[in-house]
């Protein structure tokens, strides 16, 4: 249901932001994830002889 005063535009604004400081935080939290998995991938490959 769409804000009807002033007081509830608020509130909805309110749970958008943290709503988008959560969604921030997971994808923080993948990139993180996905930096670690790919530094080891790296350090792994460098240790593998190429013949």
């Known amino acids: 249901m769409a804000p009807r005063t002033n007081g509830e535009l608020h ?11 959560m969604c921030a ?3 923080d939290m993948i990139v993180a994830c996905q930096e670690q998995a790919q530094a080891k991938i790296n350090a792994e490959a460098g240790r593998v002889r190429h013949d």
């Open 11 to 21: 509130e909805a604004f309110n749970d958008a932001k943290g709503a988008w400081g």
């Open 25 to 27: 935080a997971k994808v």
